[in-house]
């Protein structure tokens, strides 16, 4: 079983934008989610996968992760995932030996800016940078498909979680 760890946080300012190594666009498809379970497809520049998590503590998550055709992919998001897609930028932002991933969301979420770190164990002291700011790990307005739906509720009114 593949586990992904990670913490996730809000920006306290724009620091990491000269710190950044990478970016890419991502578009995401949710199809299916049932209590702390979700299926995920994700495009990527020249690929795509197909991800199935489950929550197994405060910041980790089972994770199975598979790489599909690119045309799977596009069909999926068009037609199985009911509305629940996000297009979001991923720049990659090294700080004292870890990768940060800062995502700026578009579309319904614009204006939503997350920070977050994969790590090796829940225990793992990360030393955090300057550019971050408060910590949202396992809150619940902070998960994708919460913001989402605030979004559509609010008719896409800000919700807080800019940076």
């Given at each position: 079983?593949?586990?992904?760890?990670?913490?996730?946080?809000?920006?306290a300012?724009?620091?990491?934008?000269?710190?950044?190594?990478?970016?890419?666009?991502?578009?995401?498809?949710?199809i299916?989610?049932?209590g702390?379970?979700k299926?995920?497809?994700?495009?990527?520049a020249e690929r795509a996968?197909l991800?199935?998590?489950?929550?197994?503590?405060?910041?980790s998550?089972?994770?199975?992760e598979?790489?599909?055709?690119?045309?799977?992919?596009?069909?999926l998001?068009?037609?199985?995932c009911?509305?629940?897609?996000?297009?979001?930028?991923r720049?990659y932002?090294?700080?004292?030996g870890?990768?940060?991933?800062?995502?700026?969301?578009e579309?319904?979420?614009?204006?939503v800016?997350?920070?977050?770190?994969e790590?090796?164990?829940?225990?793992?002291?990360?030393p955090?940078p300057p550019?971050?700011?408060e910590?949202?790990?396992?809150r619940p307005?902070?998960?994708?498909?919460?913001?989402?739906?605030?979004r559509?509720?609010?008719g896409?009114a800000?919700?807080?979680?800019?940076?």
């Amino acid at each position: 079983m593949a586990t992904e760890i990670e913490r996730k946080f809000l920006l306290a300012d724009d620091g990491w934008r000269t710190q950044c190594v990478r970016s890419e666009r991502l578009r995401d498809g949710l199809i299916a989610i049932t209590g702390n379970r979700k299926v995920r497809v994700r495009i990527y520049a020249e690929r795509a996968t197909l991800t199935v998590k489950a929550k197994t503590g405060k910041s980790s998550d089972a994770e199975y992760e598979y790489e599909i055709p690119l045309a799977d992919a596009e069909e999926l998001l068009a037609s199985h995932c009911d509305g629940n897609l996000l297009s979001k930028v991923r720049h990659y932002v090294p700080f004292k030996g870890f990768m940060w991933e800062v995502d700026v969301y578009e579309g319904l979420l614009s204006g939503v800016m997350l920070a977050e770190v994969e790590l090796q164990g829940e225990d793992v002291e990360v030393p955090l940078p300057p550019w971050v700011g408060e910590e949202v790990t396992g809150r619940p307005e902070y998960k994708k498909i919460n913001m989402h739906k605030a979004r559509l509720a609010a008719g896409v009114a800000a919700i807080g979680a800019s940076g």
